[in-house]
T-cell receptor, first 115, second 116 residues
Framework: DADVTQTPRNRITKTGKRIMLECSQT?????MYWYRQDPGLGLRLIYY???????NKGEISDGYSVSRQAQAKFSLSLESAIPNQTALYFC??????????????FGPGTRLTVL | QKEVEQDPGPLSVPEGAIVSLNCTYS??????FMWYRQYSRKGPELLMY????GNKEDGRFTAQVDKSSKYISLFIRDSQPSDSATYLC????????????????FGQGTILTVHP
């Protein structure tokens, strides 16, 4: 079984709808991240959480919110989806200290289309 | 201007070629430099990392960091069709303990195709 899972894998929705993307991990990591990937723009950080009670905005948090329900679960919500939120969304986890590089492990991604 | 700049390519090379992938950055505080590889329809996975300046070699892959020029490179020797993927550079700050802060800043990614 995959260590980092994302649901759904694909989603098509309409402008104005509320959408939740879910991420679960079995790696036992404290840190979790949400990114979006757009052609030509690479990966951009939306939100990150270094533990259950720690939530931080990333580079592009406007229009998004998150919930860290447990160490293993981190959800991303789009309260009112708009077409320019069409993208590939990735969840990632990392162990944090005392690892030196804090390697991030990515899920398989969710392809979201907002019509 | 983005903190990390990477030529998106695409880059197409014949099998066996030496590939050079590059990124420049503007934040001199970055201490950890990574290369992630992303196959089509997959999430990125860490390929190599380097701390501060210098070279690091792993099989056919060599990562170089030149902090004075704010420039990093990934070289792939004897490239194979299985190397066809998007390569993303990423960087992070160092926390007070000297380990990676964890929050990564990525380049745009370079699409590489190695044809037989």
């Amino acid at each position: 079984d995959a260590d980092v899972t994302q649901t759904p894998r694909n989603r098509i929705t309409k402008t104005g709808k509320r959408i939740m993307l879910e991420c679960s991990q079995t790696k036992g990591h404290d840190r979790m991240y949400w990114y979006r990937q757009d052609p030509g723009l690479g990966l951009r950080l939306i939100y990150y959480s270094f533990d259950v009670k720690d939530i931080n905005k990333g580079e592009i948090s406007d229009g998004y919110s998150v919930s860290r329900q447990a160490q293993a679960k981190f959800s991303l919500s789009l309260e009112s989806a708009i077409p320019n939120q069409t993208a590939l969304y990735f969840c990632a986890t990392s162990a944090g200290a005392p690892t030196i590089t804090d390697t991030q492990y990515f899920g398989p991604g969710t392809r979201l289309t907002v019509l | 201007q983005k903190e990390v700049e990477q030529d998106p390519g695409p880059l197409s090379v014949p099998e066996g070629a030496i590939v050079s992938l590059n990124c420049t950055y503007s934040n001199s505080a970055f201490q950890y430099f990574m290369w992630y590889r992303q196959y089509s329809r997959k999430g990125p996975e860490l390929l190599m990392y380097t701390y501060s300046s210098g070279n690091k070699e792993d099989g056919r892959f060599t990562a170089q960091v030149d902090k004075s020029s704010k420039y990093i490179s990934l070289f792939i020797r004897d490239s194979q069709p299985s190397d066809s993927a998007t390569y993303l550079c990423a960087m992070s700050l160092s926390n007070a303990g000297g380990t990676s802060y964890g929050k990564l800043t990525f380049g745009q990614g370079t699409i590489l195709t190695v044809h037989p």
